[in-house]
């Protein structure tokens, strides 16, 4: 009874804040936490009874009873699990390992317009041979129209025969038999009915191509069907998982736009394809996304730039209304990715709020930010091991804070770690250069050092009234 009473007062404070939620997704969010912390406590936890049970899933499915529909949920309890779809292998060579990375596309017929063909050839064009070892796609082919399938099955294989034998292509679909009620849905946001079907169908699709690739590689990256990609994108996304070891994080965002460029761990997929069922009818999936990262306890975005995607479409396949939207981030030529070796950082500047030292050495788009250094204040990088560098380039200020520069300042380079009682740092260091306009580069750097490098310092000449934005720290190494 008392079980029973705490989940009463829980669809009582659901309903209470169904009553308040306005256009703002803020409030869903709550919804979406606390019924995902009910969940957890009550079904995966396994203190619940199968009466209540049953509950639940009524009401996660908006007491929708169609037979497609529970057969879609009937694992809902299992969020690890994988959704139960016989998929159609329209061309596929079965996988002989497991690759690095998954890149998912989802395609439906267009009014007006058709990439796909072009988003699979830069895919494989834009990538080296060693890259193409590391890579599979998968392409779902989710509209229901057959004829349209056949057409494009036929095209794909015409032009991508050898990937497809080599296992990095799969074209699939998951029949129509699988999905849920498309027809009368909620107009949550005044959405027009077809509008609703439109994104509440593309959330399935998705959901189940994600389903679909959970065991087909370590590392999976959404894309849309009308994307272009940058040079070597594989090599750059490796480098970012690299820089980011230790580190927890749910998704990686390659694009600013939409839902082009998001990168999960593979283990992760189940759940987010359980996600997207569960809440297909609420929203557009990039807001799913937002909130499943949430959801998961990665707060900020984790964004690196420049992007590696960048969206071609000039129609989009939603009645075929122009869709000009462009990531401005986006860089199509192979450009220098900086190695950033393993390293403790250290600071004596003020630092303000949660704009830390090591935010300023990520490869990923966030910085160091701290209240006006004084002279002889010092930022400090000592590396794990000892190092050979080839390149060094700091930036610092931003394009809306272009005055919080460093304007006077220094760039050290030491050998010889020792332990102080505070921090460790180098026993002697050699003078590379002086900060110009607040930034620093300089190439050939091994060729000037007789010893390999284990710290790196910046050191403050001059007291200044600004603020100090450290935006990047780059170092390339041999």
Known sequence: MFKFYQMKQTFQILDKMRCLRKRSTVSFLGVLVIFLLFMNLYIEDSYVLEGDKQLIRETSTHQLNSERYVHTFKDLSNFSGAINVTYRYLAATPLQRKRYLTIGLSSVKRKKGNYLLETIKSIFEQSSYEELKEISVVVHLADFNSSWRDVMVQDITQKFAHHIIAGRLMVIHAPEEYYPILDGLKRNYNDPEDRVKFRSKQNVDYAFLLNFCANTSYYYVMLEDDVRCSKNFLTAIKKVIASLEGTYWVTLEFSKLGYIGKLYHSHDLPRLAHFLLMFYQEM?????????????????????KPSLFQHMGYYSSYKGTENKLKDDDFEEDSFDIPDNPPASLYTNMNVFENYEASKAYSIVDEYFWGKPPSTGDIFLIVFENPTIIKKIKVNTGTEDRQNDILHHGVLDVGEKVILTKQIKRCDSYLRLGEFKNGNFEMSDVN??????????RICVTKTQKEWLIIRSISIWTS
């Not at 557009?284 to 690196?304: E, M, S, Y």
């Open 447 to 456: 060729q000037k050092i007789p010893f390999d490098i284990h710290c790196m």
């Open 284 to 304: 557009p999936c990039d807001w799913l996304l937002t909130h499943f990262r949430g959801l998961l306890a990665q707060k900020n975005v984790i964004r690196f």
